[in-house]
């Protein structure tokens, strides 16, 4: 598969996608957009894909859509309606993307590019990154999942905040309110990342799409509806050849060999 916008390196169990416009601070553009949802459609279905690590090239990780795009776009298409088509079924697709996703945050993420980092399940940022909800400084409301991922991840009080006045905050501020993992040395970002990705690609792939699958409806469940689906996930994660196999290995005194089925 080639692509122009985004690049799309495997190595062993180990998808890296990095988006790549670097001259834009990897804004995203349609061409971007259409790729990144080819590529996890096509991580999706690869077997041999057991984790991802989403990046960006150059000195930004994502200033959001790409603003000479959206001006240019011809005007029968409201930016409403470029959401619904275009944006939105893409940050369905990650958020129901079954496998771990980590996001080592290089620079800059704002806009949907915040948005995007927000998306995945882990994220490490360069002590250079920053994030802001820069919507409201081109007089737009947070879309692509930020006005309810922000609210989620650091509450309603903070999300506020950040949504109105578009403060930058720095990656040490952002890993105190809760909405990163790890802030570490930019030159340690990518081993770091990669190193914490490659672990997670050893896990039992399935069940980890379980697990997800499991916080994501408890979100906005009762206790009671959490319980039940808490026993669906397990049911199913119980029937997986990991499962057998973990148990073994903790009967046994050894290291589980995950194989992700
Ligand atoms: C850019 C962009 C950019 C194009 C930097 N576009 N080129 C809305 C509408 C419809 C549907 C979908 O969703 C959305 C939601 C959105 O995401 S709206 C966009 C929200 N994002 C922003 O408003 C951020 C705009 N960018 C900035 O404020 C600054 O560029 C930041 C703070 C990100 C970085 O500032 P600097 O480090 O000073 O870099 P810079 O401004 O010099 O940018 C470097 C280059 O990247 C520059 O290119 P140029 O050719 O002019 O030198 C920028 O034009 C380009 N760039 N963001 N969103």
């Known amino acids: 598969m080639s692509y122009e916008t985004i690049l799309y ?14 001259e ?8 971007m957009l259409g790729e990144l949802k080819s590529a996890f459609k096509a991580a999706g279905r690869d077997d041999s894909i057991r984790a991802v690590l989403l990046t960006g090239a150059g000195r930004g990780f994502c200033p959001g859509q790409d603003l000479y ?12 309606e470029h959401l619904r088509t275009a944006y939105n ?17 290089n620079g800059v993420a704002t806009g949907a590019g915040m948005s995007l980092a ?11 990154a920053y994030f802001m909800q820069a919507f409201v400084k081109v007089g737009l409301v947070p879309d692509t999942g930020s006005s ?20 930058e905050l720095s990656a040490q501020e952002a890993l105190e309110w809760g909405l990163i993992n790890q802030v570490v040395p930019h030159d340690d970002l990518m081993p770091t990342a990669l190193e914490l990705t490659e672990r997670l690609a050893q896990g039992p792939t399935k069940v980890m799409g ?52």
């Open 69 to 80: 795009e959206a001006r240019s776009r011809d005007e029968s298409m409201g930016f409403g």
């Open 210 to 261: 379980y697990i997800k699958r499991a916080v994501q409806f408890s979100v906005n469940a009762s206790l009671e509806q959490a319980l039940e689906y808490e026993a669906d996930m397990q049911e199913l994660a119980g029937r997986t050849e990991d499962s057998k196999e973990g148990i073994a290995a903790f009967i046994e005194k050894r290291d589980a060999n995950f194989t992700g089925r």
């Open 24 to 31: 834009k601070l990897n804004a995203i553009n349609d061409a």
């Open 89 to 105: 079924p893409f940050i369905r697709r990650l958020y129901s993307f079954s496998k771990p996703i980590v996001c080592a945050v």
């Open 118 to 128: 927000l998306a995945t399940d882990i994220r490490i940022a360069s002590e250079d």
């Open 9 to 22: 390196e495997q190595s062993g169990g180990v998808l890296t996608i990095t988006l790549n416009r670097p």
């Open 148 to 167: 309810k991922r922000l609210q989620d991840l650091i509450g309603q009080t903070r999300a506020m905040e950040l949504m109105l006045t578009g403060h």
